[in-house]
């Protein structure tokens, strides 16, 4: 018997009556809560199944979660150095900042990508075992928390190379990376659930987090000249960025109502995305 196997005989059981998935009540709710707390051994079996199974042949190992941001960086630096685009002004080294921007924005679009990815490519078990299916869309994302902490030591490994020193709050990131996480699950759900039925999302998603990255301050200051100012406000994942960066280096929030904002549509999403898929996986399964 498999570790996923066993994790899910261990569960308590449930009992389904017709009505058990419908509506938006709060019974409902609290029977997803009550499953999603039972299938916690089950999601970090599924999350240390998939580590070992990506690095188990793996030559350079985790050093591929840091691999695209250190080339990220480089390209970047040489490239305002040399003027060749007109990055701006920065509060920080500019390669510290860049890599900051990086190491939060790889959480969302590494996030985004293996969770969408995960319902398909966890077809030959979806099909075989009935258990809550969102331990594998969680069970996808944990791969790009692990990832982030792996960057995060090259992070303050880079500050402290430039002699950067974070300010007090920098202990409040982490409840801006919670929202930032709850706005890339609740996305995942919806975004498993469409690539379950139609492939071509999975590709999609790769283009637009490819394009998402140059409009979102990841690379360059927060613009502050209209219209490049209404990215701040239009881009979901740009406060969460801004919030990061102002937390650790300035102390203070820039644009705290953006955040508040981009708090509210993250708490929604996680909602909507985890009902919607609660509701729809079941239906879906045999077309996976």
Known sequence: MST??????????TIYTPDSHLGFRWSAWRRMFGEAISARGLTWRLFVRQISSRYRQSVL???????????????????????????????????????????VWQLFSNGISVAGQSLASARSMITKVRFPYESIVLSAFGQSVLDFLIRLVLVVAVFAWFGVVPARTVFLVPAV??????????????????????????????????????VTPVVYPPPESWPMVLINYVNPVSPFVIATHDLTTKGYLTHPGALALGCVVAVLLFLIGWRTFHLAVPRIVERV
């Open 61 to 103: 190992g985790y050093f591929w979660a840091v691999i695209p941001a250190i080339l990220t960086v480089v390209t970047f630096t040489l490239l305002n150095r040399a003027r060749v685009v007109d990055i701006g002004q920065t509060d920080i080294p500019y390669p510290a900042y860049v890599l900051l921007g990086m190491t």
């Open 4 to 13: 996923a196997q066993r994790a899910v005989s261990e569960m308590s059981e």
């Open 177 to 214: 990376l919670l929202g930032l996480s709850l706005l890339t699950i609740g996305l995942g759900y919806l975004l498993a659930i469409a690539n379950a039925i139609f492939r071509d999302v999975g590709h999609g998603v790769a283009v637009v987090m490819t394009f998402g990255m140059f």
